[in-house]
């Protein structure tokens, strides 16, 4: 380690290690910490039985920015893997997102008419004019049936909370399509990163010096002035240690096995919708890659509460979070010389391609700068 950065960057993820890279193609000296072992943040891949396991769930490539695909291709040779999850409710099996698939099997009709008669029809006896939460607007978009089977149970195990106490936006992040079409995304790019996202990170941070399994809040006492400005992907409410209350989060728990078959569901990503499952879905890593080994390796995804010092995955951007997360970043204003970025750090559920156009306008702000 040296004595002086330009830049302490906390957090190797993906905003991170974008940042850096720019930073050091500019000629600055970046520190970059992270209290994981790893770096990679939550897009970290490793390697088990020649299956490339994503570790902290599910990450899928999706833009429509050519400068953002461009980017990342820079770094990584993207397979042609289009996500296309299937949904299980008591055995049903129904496509995902909602489409011509998922109607015909749920009513038996085979025409974009009779589907959108059938939901209008649904909808429109329940008299919502304009949605206020994820319910009335799940409800008015695609009528009760879909909302029973598909969404409901799935959404309030993600979020540990009923439809009716959460923000609407959530459920229009999926697509929904008269289409017999079941590319989950409408994103004119997409693809898995043959080998995982770590080697993506491993050159982005190829310039910084990295280290890993270090607390910031203890570094800091300890190098007060190790760099000029400071880069947080952390939590916001964390950095001011929580001086208006907490953020709240949603965490989840992974459980991983390997198994002696070839091919378990036949589907990378297959959600499970009835409340009754306490995982929301299984991730058959294999599948991203079109791997052929003789094993396959499975995640269960569990949501869980967030409690101080679990790890927060989901921030939950309702009104009263919101709020809350409006004073901090009236504090982070003002703070000298630390920007605030990503999932954590902006209290933003943002995408992959998000972060990166975030990181990237973020060092570019402060090529303005210097
Ligand atoms: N969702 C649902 N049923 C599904 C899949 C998703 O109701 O089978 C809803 C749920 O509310 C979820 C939201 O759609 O939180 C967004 O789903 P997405 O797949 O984008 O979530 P992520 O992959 O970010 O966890």
């Not at 970059?32 to 990450?59: F, L, M, P, W």
């Not at 489409?99 to 099997?105: D, E, H, L, R």
């Not at 198994?259 to 991203?288: D, M």
């Not at 990503?342 to 156009?357: F, Q, S, T």
Request: charged share 20%; aromatic share 16%.
């Amino acid at each position: 380690m040296k004595d002086f950065y330009d830049y302490l960057i906390v957090g190797a993820g993906l905003y991170g290690a974008v940042f850096a890279y720019q930073m050091t193609q500019a000629g600055k000296r970046c520190l970059v910490i992270d209290k994981r072992q790893h770096i990679g943040g939550n897009v970290y891949c490793r390697e088990q039985s020649g299956i490339t396991v994503h570790q902290y769930g599910a990450h899928i490539f999706h833009t429509d920015d050519r400068k953002i695909w461009e980017f990342v291709n820079q770094f990584a040779a993207f397979n042609q893997y289009v996500h296309a999850p299937i949904a299980n409710y008591h055995g049903e099996v129904y496509n995902l997102p909602f489409n011509m698939n998922t109607f015909s099997k749920l009513w038996g009709i085979s025409s974009p008419e009779e589907a959108w008669h059938k939901i209008q029809e649904q909808a429109q006896s329940l008299g919502i004019v304009s949605p206020r939460n994820l319910e009335e607007q799940a409800l008015s978009m695609v009528g009760p049936d879909v909302y029973e089977k598909l969404i409901k149970g799935y959404t309030e195990k993600q979020w540990g909370r009923s439809c009716k106490d959460l923000p609407s936006f959530i459920i229009q992040r999926l697509p929904l399509r008269f289409m017999y079409d079941n590319r989950y995304f409408n994103d004119r790019y997409q693809g898995i990163p043959v080998g995982g996202y770590t080697g993506i990170i491993r050159q982005l941070l190829e310039g910084s010096e990295v280290l890993l399994g270090v607390n910031y809040f203890d570094f800091r006492r300890e190098h007060p002035k190790i760099a000029s400005c400071t880069l947080f992907t952390g939590p916001i409410d964390a950095y001011y240690d929580y001086c208006f209350g907490s953020l709240a989060y949603r965490s989840l728990r992974f459980e991983t096995c390997e198994l002696p078959v070839k091919n378990f569901q036949g589907s990378a990503v297959v959600n499970y919708t009835a409340p009754e499952i306490s995982y929301t879905r299984i991730i058959e890593h294999k599948h991203f890659e079109f791997g052929q080994q003789p094993t396959t390796i499975l995640t269960y995804e569990y949501p869980e509460v967030w409690y101080a010092g679990a790890e927060p995955y989901y921030p939950v951007n309702d009104e009263e979070n919101t709020r809350l997360y409006r004073r901090y970043a009236e504090l982070a204003s003002h703070e000298p010389n630390v920007i605030f970025g990503g999932r954590l750090g902006e209290y933003r559920y943002y995408d992959m391609d998000d972060v990166i156009a975030a990181a990237l306008k973020s060092a570019e702000n402060q090529r303005s700068v210097f």
